[in-house]
């Protein structure tokens, strides 16, 4: 629909065209009782992203649709006629969301009526087992139906290209230009060939669990603490297929799921945000493991591809690691593990995200192993994987949001070889008589104690986006001289692909793709970034600030120390007023 058409006629133009009678009927009873979520729903087409479509559910171009959903699914359907010789394969996957599986089944109906051939899921997975099934099948695309984390009322729609990875450039702009082409639902071929369409299900996830299986470094240690006390919940989420028998595999029999969210249920009925990040979603399980005095409590969101971690602090107490703390569990694991079994090589790497805490450099540096930083999100790594290819060795990557890579035969975020991996690495501290937490603490002492923080300001409809862009031309046309008490060194502008040092002037490239995010480097190591968010509709800032760790005992009064010290930037950057 051209965007010179104004709300209400959009809105009469599915009343009056060829949209389903329920759809027209949830349209006229929002005329009745909420005109203004209809104009919400109305007021723009949902946009297709670099990483597709992500909205609330609902009728209205603004929103997640089976018609948005076909007309995405037609223009990235007429993409990979371009770039790829027929026969074209599809792999098509969804999660435990509301209408997740209608939505799979919309998007194969599309792709077999373009006569591309369709591997469906027979039901829900986790996200990263289409990934994995994108390179095993040999698919020259993918899609999976998820929101990841968001609430109930979202869902989304994720476009992946040949090598399991989500869309990166020049493809992503390609594909939402062939989107942005179908203009009406009469552009989209609904109606597919039903021979086109395989089932697939048991023969990929076995062929994905010894895939996770090989990613052990020292299995022996799980067999040696088989009886380490787990618990785990899926959030109601598709973890429930795969964790329990990725773990059960590498011959940990004790583990123990949370009944009430074991479930996949799109309605989340146990948590108000299905988000392992929060500590409500993690309180059902945080219960369990204080009743069995379990040793490690993980949750995964409802596509597996995010794990939250919870341990025992050397007081006893229960605490939910964030996720700068885990990855660098993870990769400090990977690397120690590997070089005490003589598996690094020169070749070896690891990578992160520009956001993601500076300490994985130090660790990564100390052992002579290169650390790569890319802009946020998995498919920059995957695609600095594919660049790698054949010169360097991946070994893991991960960001802060909770998400870890481990190995290249997928290329996207997995909870489930994360939650297999660092249930190894506490037993692995357990056969040394210490705890995770432990083991973080030792990080500390040696590389310096860095504490993390995320604040989001979300701005939502029609002038949410205005003003995000607003406080972003802020901070870059007068960015900050000092921040609480310490000067400015570097401002990183990724837009601008430039970084300029506020004492001497010096200007120098950044050798990253164009990204609308600023970073402030501080004269102390300190550091802020501001990103809006690509998928929801948000600015994230991230804090980061470090000091030295004098000894274990000292820990808790140079934590809060430094949470003070974030609590102080937030203050003076003005943005607890923007919340």
């Known amino acids: 629909m051209p965007d010179i058409v104004t709300v209400e006629q959009r809105i009469q133009q599915w009343l009056d065209g060829p949209f389903d009678e329920d759809t027209k009927q949830q349209i006229r009873k929002l005329q009745q009782e909420n005109p203004e979520e209809l ?39 007429n993409y990979l006629k371009q770039c790829f010789p027929m026969p074209i394969r599809v792999a098509i996957g969804h999660d435990s969301r509301n209408n997740s599986r209608f939505f799979a089944e919309i998007t194969a109906q599309v792709m077999a009526a373009n006569d591309i051939e369709v591997f469906l899921f027979e039901s829900l997975r986790p996200t990263p087992e289409l990934s994995f099934a994108i390179r095993y099948l040999k698919c020259q695309g993918g899609v999976v139906c998820t929101a990841s984390h968001n609430p109930k009322e979202y869902n989304g729609y994720k476009a992946y ?22 203009r009406h639902i009469n552009d989209v071929k609904w109606q597919g060939n039903p021979h086109l369409i395989h089932l697939i299900g048991e023969d990929i996830d076995r062929a994905y669990l010894d895939m996770v299986k090989s990613l052990s470094i020292f299995p022996e240690v799980a067999r040696q603490q088989h009886n380490m006390k787990i618990v785990y919940t899926p959030i109601h989420g598709s973890g429930i297929k795969l964790v329990p028998q990725a773990l059960a595999q590498l011959g ?3 583990v123990h799921i949370v009944e009430q969210q074991a479930q996949p249920d799109g309605n989340f009925p146990t948590v108000l945000y299905p988000n392992p990040e929060e500590p409500e979603a993690m309180s059902l399980g945080l219960q369990k493991a204080k009743a069995i005095d379990a040793d490690i409590l993980l949750g995964t969101d409802p596509d597996a591809d995010r794990v939250g971690v919870s341990v025992k602090n050397q007081q006893g107490e229960w605490i939910l690691l964030n996720g700068n703390q885990t990855a660098v569990l993870a990769f400090n694991y990977v690397i120690e593990a590997r070089r005490e079994k003589n598996l690094l090589t020169p070749q070896d790497y690891v990578v992160k995200t520009i956001v993601t805490t500076d300490m994985i450099d130090a660790i990564a540096a100390h052992h002579h192993v290169r650390c790569y930083n890319v802009l946020t999100g998995f498919k920059y790594i995957a695609s600095l994987i594919r660049e790698k290819e054949g010169k360097e060795k991946y070994l893991i990557g991960g960001e802060e949001s909770y998400g870890l890579m481990i190995g290249d035969q997928i290329r996207d975020k997995d909870a489930v070889s994360a939650v297999a991996l660092i249930c190894e690495m506490a037993a692995y501290e357990k056969t040394k008589g210490r705890s995770l937490f432990d083991k973080l603490i030792e990080l500390y002492l040696q590389y310096g104690c860095y504490r993390e923080s995320l604040l989001s300001i979300t701005r939502k409809g029609i002038q949410g986006s205005a003003e995000i862009a607003a406080m972003m031309d802020r901070f870059r046309q007068t960015p900050p001289q000092t921040i609480a008490g310490t000067p400015v060194e570097w401002i990183f502008d990724y837009q601008l692909r430039e970084k ?9 490239p950044i050798d990253l793709p164009r990204s609308n995010v600023l970073q402030f480097l501080l004269q102390d190591g300190s550091k802020i970034s501001a990103r809006p968010s690509g998928t929801e509709p948000k600015i994230k800032f991230y ?25 102080h930037m937030i203050k003076e950057l003005d943005l607890k007023k923007a919340e």
């Open 39 to 77: 104009r919400e729903a109305f007021y723009k087409n949902l946009e297709f992203g670099t990483g597709g479509l992500r909205g609330i559910m609902g009728p209205g171009t603004n929103r997640m649709n089976k018609y948005t959903v076909g007309m995405a699914t037609q223009g990235y359907a």
């Open 161 to 182: 290209w040949n090598d399991g990875a989500q869309l990166v450039s020049p493809h992503d702009q390609n594909v939402i230009a062939e989107v942005e082409k179908i």
């Open 252 to 254: 940990f029999n004790s």
């Open 500 to 508: 300029r040092n506020l004492f001497t002037g010096e200007k120098q």
């Open 543 to 567: 804090f980061s600030v470090r000091q030295p760790l004098a000894h274990a005992d000292a820990f808790r009064a140079t934590w809060d120390a430094l949470g003070t010290r974030i609590d």
